[in-house]
């Protein structure tokens, strides 16, 4: 049972440290952005549909 527990171990080090292609810092950094973009921009849709929901829930439903 240890022994295929340290099998694992050095066979996951050996493909996360060999085979494992790692980005380069610039694909990382637009990637980066791109995730952030594309974040800010479904927020501000979500702002939108929320505000337009209460204008219209509010022009229904009067205090």
């Known amino acids: 049972m240890f022994n295929k ?3 694992y171990c050095k066979t996951s080090y050996d493909e996360l ?3 494992t ?3 380069t810092r610039a694909e990382l950094t637009h990637s980066a952005m791109v995730v952030l973009s594309a974040s800010l921009i479904i927020a501000l849709m979500v702002f939108c549909m929320d505000s337009v929901f ?3 829930m509010g022009t229904i439903y009067p205090n």
């Open 5 to 7: 527990i340290v099998n």
């Open 17 to 19: 440290a060999h085979k």
């Open 21 to 23: 292609t790692w980005p």
């Open 54 to 56: 209460k204008f219209v």
